[in-house]
């Protein structure tokens, strides 16, 4: 009887011989992101109240750090879709407030004396955010379906948002209480949009989103970035 030597023996290569996966993102920026949370969501609740996490870019920030410890294409890439172009628009309205010019009037709060500087310095995380993203998106790749995930997720919010918070025109106790989250109610804090009754309004509104905002941003983002490539 013959007996096969060793050699001659196909073995799969020994565990120690293959190249460990190398993390794509940095254990110290995973760190930060969630270090960033532990302080700003304890200010937040207790400045602006728990509906103000339904904001988008608020949504957006959690959903980022999560996406970075689990270094996930979809979850990066829906909040892309979700908030690069609005976060651009934020920061524009900044840049033109620095400047002593009013535009949109989306960070009028970031110049208000009643809240304290270390407060409004948190809310920096909307200029800062959508630089990460696009980085994040360099290292993990653009998963299509972000579009799709998003547009969930926000018409979720839109809806929490129309039946757990503030309308415009409503004076909360509190004046930093955020009315009007995600302009369900048109583009007005002082009073509620009269082009169309308001429960249309509602329903529409995730479409207009996903037409001006949500797809264009998709399709840049399919161009731009390589898709991940699954297992």
Partial sequence: MKYKTLKSIDLPPASWEQPLPRNKIPLALKWAGTVFLAVLIPVY??????????????????????????????????????????????????????????????????????????????????????????????????????????TGLAAALVLACYFFAPASGVHPANPDIPVNINYVYGFSEDRPQAWVSQNLYVMLWPGMLWLAVYLPTHLALRKLFTPERRA
């Fill in 45 to 150: 609740l207790r400045v602006y109240g728990p509906t103000n996490f339904l904001w988008f870019c608020d949504a957006a920030l959690l959903l980022t750090v999560a996406g970075m410890w689990l270094e996930s294409p979809l979850l990066i890439s829906m909040c892309a879709v979700g908030i690069l172009l609005p976060q651009c628009l934020w920061l524009a309205d900044f840049g033109g407030n620095l400047l002593g010019l009013r535009l949109l009037g989306l960070t009028s709060y970031m110049f208000e004396p009643r809240l304290s500087l270390f407060t409004r310095g948190l809310s920096l995380f909307h200029g800062w955010l959508p630089l990460l993203l696009v980085w994040l998106l360099s290292r993990l790749g653009y998963d299509k379906r972000g579009l799709w995930a998003w």
